[in-house]
């Protein structure tokens, strides 16, 4: 195995793709797209497909490659993608200089007869070949394809992210977010994102702001509405991105005690599948919380009055819970009204029992 994909890589550095196809090709049929050297292997093949002209088959393979495990290959194959589908831009006239053919004839006998010499020398001894054309190396396309991931990350990266969560009734919930860029201007995945929102005839509002800021609202939902609307503009921002991510759960149970409801909320945020990204930062704020009892991983809650700031942490599954309770008006109006009701005919039976009777009218 180990022989073969160096002999594999070594007919690529010379320029032998024909060598370098059979190759691989048999190790392909071996290893399979998720084993340990599968994603490396196609990586070769596309490389040489390249090298030979094939692109029809470099892209098919590349699309293939897509679907594999390791993330980051996985990004630097959608990159590459992107580049063999772009279409080839034909060359203007106006960008070429075209020499004029100059009449470089000598006029003495001794210099025409030394120039025909060397003419018939070169014709006598043919150039040695130069051979075929090198391709680029592994490594080399590999470095490439990670400066473009990278870069595109980077500027992807550069922002704040607060998601807003307002409890403000029994089974009522109200979703916002806040996106801050530090580039202080709207990056490119961030009007890719607000697009992608519109398409959806998600219920949330977006509202842009010159300085690389973005405010999205939602109206007052149930609670089941509430992490669909959440999954899906997850989802759509880490597509927007160039990633994907586990969609996040939301939940929140209820028990009605007619006087007051019990709410036991939950909500789980797995950020494992999500790669590094330097200077960006996740934040849920829970406002409309009651002395309630937190518990939150990796990253422990904040209670500041009565709301909660919860910092997520890259790379982890992130997971806030807490009970409260909340006390329903209606009801407790109800029994302030029924005792009231109740004092009263007992102040009318003391009065009865002491002989004062009923009240009457003066004759």
Same mark, same amino acid.
């Given at each position: ?5 160096? %002999? ?28 340990? /050297? ?17 692109? /029809? ?24 993608? /992107? ?6 831009? +034909? ?46 190396? %592994? ?114 149970? /209820? ?75 209606? +009801? ?25 009777? %009923? ?5």
């Amino acid at each position: 195995m180990d022989s073969a994909l160096a %002999f594999a890589e070594a007919a690529l550095e010379r320029g032998d793709y024909s060598q370098c196809l059979i190759a691989l090709e048999e190790l392909a049929q071996k290893q399979p797209l998720n084993s340990q /050297e599968g994603p490396k292997i196609r990586m070769l093949m596309i490389t040489a497909l390249m090298g030979k002209g094939d692109n /029809e088959k470099a892209i098919s393979m590349c699309r293939e490659l897509t679907h594999c495990k390791d993330n980051e290959l996985r990004q630097m194959s959608k990159q590459l993608l /992107e580049v063999l589908e772009s279409p080839s831009l +034909g060359r203007p006239a106006n960008w070429s200089i075209q020499l004029p053919t100059l009449d470089l004839t000598t006029q003495t006998k001794g210099n025409y007869y030394s120039t025909n010499k060397k003419s018939n020398d070169s014709e006598t001894s043919p150039l040695p070949p130069t051979g075929e054309t090198s391709g680029l190396d %592994f490594g080399f396309s590999i470095l490439t394809l990670f400066v473009i991931a990278a870069l595109t990350i980077l500027l992807s990266g550069c922002v704040e992210i607060t998601t807003k969560v307002d409890i403000s009734g029994p089974d009522r919930i109200k979703l916002g977010w806040e996106i801050k860029s530090n580039t202080k201007q709207l990056l490119p995945w961030q009007l890719e994102f607000e697009n992608a929102l519109k398409e959806r005839h998600s219920k949330g509002e977006v509202v842009s702001f010159r300085e690389g800021g973005q405010k999205i609202r939602t109206p007052i939902l149930r609670s089941e509405e509430a992490s669909l609307i959440l999954q899906e503009t997850f989802s759509t921002a880490a597509k927007s991105a160039g990633f994907e991510i586990t969609p996040p759960i939301l939940s929140l149970k /209820e028990k009605n005690w007619f006087i007051g409801v019990q709410q036991e909320f939950k909500l789980v945020v797995n950020l494992e599948d999500l790669p590094e990204i330097p200077g960006l930062k996740l934040l849920v704020n829970i406002h409309s919380i009651d002395k309630a009892k937190l518990i939150g991983s990796p990253s422990l809650p904040i209670l500041e009055g009565d709301h909660v700031k919860w910092p997520m942490k890259q790379g982890e599954v992130n997971t806030l819970k807490f009970r409260q309770w909340r006390w329903n008006h209606l +009801g407790l109006g109800t029994i302030f009204v029924t005792m009231l009701l109740g004092l009263n005919l007992v102040l009318q039976r003391i009065r009865l029992n002491m002989g004062f009777g %009923f009240p009457e009218l003066p004759p």
